[in-house]
């Protein structure tokens, strides 16, 4: 999602170039060096004078096999920097837990119902702030270091919570928490660069699971405590975040790129290859993209007018377009689907669909079965998503949306017609819990693919160059979608029937189907140039 590129990188390195990097690993004395540094030494030689070993070679083809002995760092580090997304996830949920216990009788904050949607979606329109600020930070100051600086204005925001005495102090808090998670973007963006091919898949679903982490122990505790003490317990939860992020490396996609350094990448590389032919391959491979080797000195030459044309010009490519143009309208379909407003107004949603269910079920039980479904089918997702591919699960996603969605709606118009359900055989009894299995069936649908997949689709779809700042305007975008919808529901749910809204959320569902049949790539399995390459096979 973060640009990965500027002008002093969109070019391959000149001959000259190609000289003062050599020059700058010459001494291949092996003395006062590592074992990591003269590995180097010699690897940048073999890159250079081999003219067969060129960018232009087949490195999409990935003939080794990555073990699981190889992937272990490769996974921790991810998790550890994922942890800094459950905070998006407890963003999103917290407003279901925080506004009926603001409605209740005995809250000293008092609230309307404008109030309560400027509540909830603060936090989205904030958000694609942080996710446009971020790319320019994360390209100058490292991936790593912002993911850091991300956790500081979370714990103003959950500290601002814990002392709110009225609405004012939540609407700042909310802001401050909506700019954090935009900030959060940089973590699919290290996840992307830090993770090998053949894992990429797994490891950026895992956002997702972190997400629906941060849900499900906000729905968990918001059913048991005051919102304020969870809050305080949000606070001890990011700030244990900040310190374990100290212990990752950086990104070395980012190291070479952006600050030319191919020792510190290495040791990045080394760090996450013990097997030295692993390190080797994946160290070659890293140093020969056109997008990281070093044009510094050349870049610096040019004249002001021809760097600006130049850095406009990429964007006319259809190794950049295109991908924006499809990930800005999955993104429409995703905010439309309206799998996140249940997220946001979960508690107002089951209280509409019946609120009191078979087995003594109410709207906070429901609560905790949306938190833990989400959960477990986002674990699923990633485990299977090494295996299955982003179209398959997105189209299996989207349809069984479609399908609960349906049947929710026609159930629910069904009821208000007695003597249509007799002929179809169907008891119509108040505290059934036929709608409550479809629209727990349609969150459990929703976090397969719909919910996860156009995230993870940002770090694989944009080139590197501009991962940066373009996919911090298409988080942005999608907020601003998502900000539209959620500020509007309430208002939505008081004039419209919900089996009506349930219809137009099917049909919505049907067309994210055609849309990713007829035009999603498939980026399974595939390096990022191998990506690029089919969107400029296709132009």
Known sequence: MKKEGSSSVDESASSAEREN?????????????????????????????NPTFSASANHSQIPYKLTWKDSIKQILACCMIHAVVIQAGINMSFSAILLPQLASDDSK????????????????????FGSIFVGPLMDRFGRKKIAIATTVPF?????????????????????????????STVCLVYVSEMCHANLRAMLLSLNSVFVSFGILITCALGSYLHWKT???????????????LWFIPESPHWLLSFKCDNL?????????????????????????????????????????????????????EPTVYKPVIILCILFLL???????????????????????????????????????????????????????????????????????????????YLKEVPQELEKLHISNENDDNITLICVLGYVCFSALGVLVIPWTLIGELLPVRVKGKLGGVIVALAYVFMFVLVKLFPYILKAFRIEFIFFVISIVNLACICFVFFCLPETLGK???????YFIKRD
């Open 21 to 49: 990097l050599t020059e700058v690993k010459e001494p291949p004395s092996k003395e006062g060096k590592t074992a990591a540094e003269a590995r180097i030494l010699v690897d940048d030689d073999l890159c250079n004078s």
């Open 109 to 128: 904050i008092e609230i309307n119902i404008s109030e309560a949607s400027w509540i909830a979606s603060l936090v989205t329109i904030s958000l694609p």
């Open 155 to 183: 714990v103003l925001s959950w500290l601002l919570h814990y002392g709110a005495y009225n609405v004012w102090y939540i609407y700042v808090a909310r802001v401050i928490a909506g700019f954090s998670s935009g900030l």
């Open 230 to 244: 969870v809050s305080l317990i949000y606070t001890v939860i990011i700030s244990a975040t900040f310190i374990g």
């Open 264 to 316: 510190a990448a290495a040791k990045t590389l080394k760090w996450l290859y013990s097997d030295d032919q692993f390190f080797e391959r994946e160290f070659k491979r890293l140093t020969q993209r056109p997008d990281t080797v070093s044009s510094r000195s050349s870049s610096n030459d040019r004249a002001p007018l021809l760097k600006l044309r130049t850095g406009f010009s990429v964007y006319k």
């Open 334 to 412: 995703q905010q439309l689907s309206g799998a996140y407003v249940i997220i946001f107004y979960a508690v107002d949603v089951f209280k509409e669909i019946g609120g009191h269910f078979k087995g003594g079920i109410d709207e906070y039980t429901c609560l905790v079965l949306l938190g833990a479904i989400r959960f477990i089918m986002s674990v699923i997702s990633a485990v299977i998503s090494s295996k299955v591919g982003r179209r398959t699960l997105l189209c299996l996603s989207a349809l069984g949306m479609c399908l609960c969605s349906l049947v929710a709606g026609l159930y629910m």
């Open 527 to 533: 390096t990022f140039k191998d990506i690029e390459n």
